[in-house]
């Protein structure tokens, strides 16, 4: 009877162990084709899967002021997002206003930084406040529900313009993915480029390979006031991030690239998720080279969205909190 009852617990035992993980997949919405943030979740996406024993991660294009809905709404259990964009939209502030986002919350932010990129053509005298008040010009931003073009209405606004306003005048704006609108660049059926990338930006060294032209520097009272109507920070891009492109340093504004998750993901997916990042940051800048600023120490700081519980119990353990 003993021998048997041994046998027994030996055999639940030994199936407890070969268990395999349960299944899971999640969705990942990442930013537009030839665009960093696909490139970076691709990548992370591929960490996760070694690491995470039975987890699949879909990767899926997406925008930075899309996201954080996508993710609300449970299309998506994880996202790219950006710091300001995500705490508008926890809160339910600005473009979010009257829908707080209660489930939007994060594994960690600083994954890298991201800069506002405004190249105009080699022929092309204007300043960057005339690229937004003159007439004519032929101009290309990303689409709808990007940070990019959400900070493009931003600054025509700070100019006192629109949409509306600046067709009246003639202009031409083409809206596409990254690739479109570098492609578009190439070929001269836009003078002016406005985008936000992590440098150095896969689709801006596209655009140097096939056409001349040269990164603006933003205006400091633009700055100034990006930074205190929306929460930007000010920083600059460092010289020969694109050689054909400048000459020295120039000044622009920046967001922080956020790891955005669901409330609903468990504590269990979302420590797993963390502790495989952490763990792996040495390959980060591998998948793009400005994940080389992301910190697992410091990853907390400054959170715009509350820490999910799960990614909490890792950096407790670890000690970073």
Not at 22 to 35: F, K, P, R, S
Not at 179 to 187: G, I, M, Q, R
Request: glycine letters at 10%.
């Amino acid at each position: 009877m003993k021998r048997y009852q041994a046998a027994m617990v030996a055999t639940l035992l030994s199936a407890t162990v070969a268990a395999p993980a349960a299944a899971e997949t999640i969705e990942l919405v990442a930013g537009q084709l030839g665009g960093g943030w696909y490139t970076m979740s691709t990548g992370m996406a591929n960490i996760l899967q070694r690491e995470v024993p039975g987890l699949t991660v879909k990767v899926v294009p997406g925008g930075g002021t899309a996201n954080p809905s996508k993710i609300q709404q449970g299309q998506s259990q994880l996202g790219t997002g950006l710091d300001i964009f995500a705490k508008m939209a926890r809160e339910g502030t600005n473009i979010y206003e009257g829908a707080p986002h209660d489930k939007l919350m994060m594994i960690g932010q600083s994954f890298s930084d991201n800069y506002l990129h405004v190249i105009k053509s080699p022929d092309s005298d204007l300043s960057f406040e005339d690229i937004f008040t003159s007439e004519d010009l032929r101009l290309g931003v990303t689409k709808a529900g990007s940070s990019d073009e959400m900070t493009f209405r931003f600054v025509m606004e700070h100019f006192g313009t629109s949409y509306e306003g600046l067709r009246d005048n003639g202009y031409t704006i083409v809206q596409g993915d990254y690739n479109e609108l570098a492609s578009a660049y190439k070929d001269q059926q836009v003078d002016y480029i406005f985008i936000v990338l992590g440098i150095p930006g896969a689709a801006v060294l596209d655009m140097e390979t096939g056409r001349p032209g040269e990164l603006l520097a933003w205006p400091d009272e633009l700055r100034q006031a990006m930074q205190t109507t929306y929460g930007y920070s000010l920083n600059e891009f460092p010289a020969n991030t694109y050689p054909e492109y400048q000459k020295g340093p120039v000044a622009t504004i920046v967001m922080a690239t956020t790891l955005m998750v669901s409330s609903d993901v468990s504590e269990e997916t979302a420590y797993n998720i963390t502790k495989a990042l952490c763990e792996n940051t040495d390959e980060l800048p591998d998948v793009h080279a400005s994940m080389s600023v992301f910190n697992c120490e410091t990853a907390t700081e400054n959170a715009p969205v509350p820490v999910h519980p799960g990614a909490l119990k890792y950096y407790q353990e670890m000690g970073y909190l």
